[in-house]
């Protein structure tokens, strides 16, 4: 079970994450609790399922204990980046009313 301050981390990391960084920390995720991807990433239409089988693929034959390792490593790198640039609100601007 994740903790509560796992969960902010994770709801955090989402939010300034590129998708290709996010699948990684996904599939460094799932090779260290599940071990390596079963099956095809024939999932059809769903891009999302075919591209996070792709990545856990690329992992094959990396041990659980390596993949806990790289993640851990990648979760503390990504938290001592610079959060970038602040998120806006379109109500942030003058002359944009709420309806």
Do not use: C, N
């Not at 902010?8 to 300034?16: G, T, V």
């Not at 041990?63 to 979760?75: I, P, T």
């Amino acid at each position: 079970m994740i903790s509560a301050e796992g969960k902010i981390l994770k709801r955090e990391l989402r939010e300034r994450l590129s998708d290709k960084r996010w699948l990684e920390l996904y599939a460094l995720h799932k090779q260290a609790t599940q071990g390596d991807v079963i099956g095809d990433a024939g999932h059809g239409l769903d891009a999302s399922r075919s591209a996070e089988h792709i990545m856990r693929a690329k992992l094959k034959g990396m041990s659980k204990e390596k993949a806990m390792e790289d993640y851990v490593a990648l979760v503390e790198k990504l938290k001592a980046q610079p959060l970038g640039l602040p998120r806006v609100s379109p109500w942030d601007f003058p002359g944009v009313r709420r309806r």
